[in-house]
């Protein structure tokens, strides 16, 4: 399992929601994902790795948006479905002239 924190934070960012501290993200999640504040709630109280396991992968399933979505097999990077993004010859010669 990932960390809570950078799942938590992956879900602002994935949103372009300003991150204004923990505090302030389970004020977030308490007044508009409920269900999210509630598998989170869950997970910390849970003490079984088994339990805990399971509502981990559920809050990932939360985290993801339309533009994104959790990687297939055969991915190797971050794909945005917005219009406007980089093609991938482009990003593959950006990387490319990077260790060149």
């Known amino acids: 399992m990932y960390s809570i924190p950078e799942l938590i934070c992956g ?7 300003p991150w204004r ?3 302030e ?10 269900e999210f ?8 109280k849970s003490s079984k790795i088994k339990d805990k396991y399971n509502y981990y992968s559920k809050m990932v ?10 990687w297939t097999s055969n991915q190797v990077i971050i794909e945005s ?17 990077l260790i060149n």
Do not use: M
């Open 11 to 17: 879900y602002f960012e994935f949103r372009d929601i």
């Open 81 to 97: 479905k917005k219009s406007e993004t980089v093609s991938k010859n482009n990003t593959k010669d950006y990387w490319i002239s």
């Open 25 to 34: 993200a389970l004020k977030y999640f308490k007044e508009s994902d409920l």
């Open 61 to 70: 399933n939360r985290v993801f948006t339309e533009e994104y979505t959790i």
């Open 21 to 23: 501290g923990e505090k």
């Open 37 to 44: 504040y509630d598998l989170f709630i869950n997970y910390i």
